[in-house]
């Protein structure tokens, strides 16, 4: 029945398994077409595989059975803001705020579609309140890190980065930031640490991989590796 593929879904997309999860949302949309919650699912699966622009009249769906269903609202904004459309994707991530003030994944969202909008200091506002609410959130660490350094202040990025690390480890783009902000405070060593963990996490880091030759390179000239 619709449940059964819904709630398989779920539990295949925590696994990882998106294109496989996307396939039984769908198939619990044909079978129970006015159950709103697959269609958000489906949009959220498809935003995840790097297909937003199909994601949205899959959550337009959603919205058009329960407007009020915080999670349709919340999936709308990543689906616009992963296409560009940051003004709009507010709209939504300000509705779903009005339905639930206190989530931290809708705070962090908002404050990235501001940030994309040049509006840092807002956005910076809406980081420190989702952490507020969640000291653990990584996410939004990384994303305040990354707007302090929009504000010059390198400093206090570096120490929210050390905090997302601390936080969540496996991350490789954190070690990657972390190891960008060293370098340019002249901890060369610290900075090759931090890219050699990203490459182990992400052997595809081609990033990583350059920043981690060049600053080899200059490093090795200036007589600061043995």
């Keep these: 029945n619709y449940l059964a593929h819904t709630n398989y879904g779920k539990l295949l997309s925590e696994d990882g398994s ?10 619990a949309i044909r079978i129970q077409p006015v159950f709103n919650e697959p269609y958000t699912l489906a949009g959220n ?3 995840e595989l790097g297909r937003p622009e199909e994601a949205l009249p899959y959550h337009e769906k959603s919205l058009g059975l329960k407007p009020d269903f915080h999670p349709a609202q919340l999936g709308m904004g990543n689906a616009l803001a992963a296409i560009g ?7 939504h991530y300000e509705t779903a705020l009005e339905l639930k003030p206190k989530n931290v994944l809708a705070l962090n969202a908002l404050g990235s579609a501001l940030d994309d909008l040049g509006k840092v200091d807002e956005a910076i506002v809406r980081y420190q309140q989702a952490l507020q609410r969640d000291p653990d959130f990584a996410a939004a660490r990384n994303n305040l890190a990354a707007a302090y350094v929009k504000q010059g202040r390198i400093a206090d990025a570096a120490s929210e980065l050390r905090t997302a690390l601390e936080d969540d480890p496996n991350r490789a783009d954190y070690h990657y930031n972390y190891a960008v902000l060293k370098n340019y405070q ?3 060593a610290l900075a090759i640490h931090h890219l ?5 996490l992400d052997p595809n880091y081609s990033e990583a991989r350059k920043a981690l030759e060049q600053i080899r390179r ?9």
């Design 45 to 47: 699966a498809l935003v």
């Design 196 to 200: 050699e963990s990203a490459l182990e």
């Design 18 to 27: 998106t294109s496989e999860a996307l396939q039984h949302f769908l198939q």
């Design 85 to 91: 459309r940051p003004e709009e994707a507010i709209v």
């Design 218 to 226: 200059t490093a090795s000239e200036k007589g600061e590796l043995p």
């Design 186 to 188: 002249g901890d060369s």
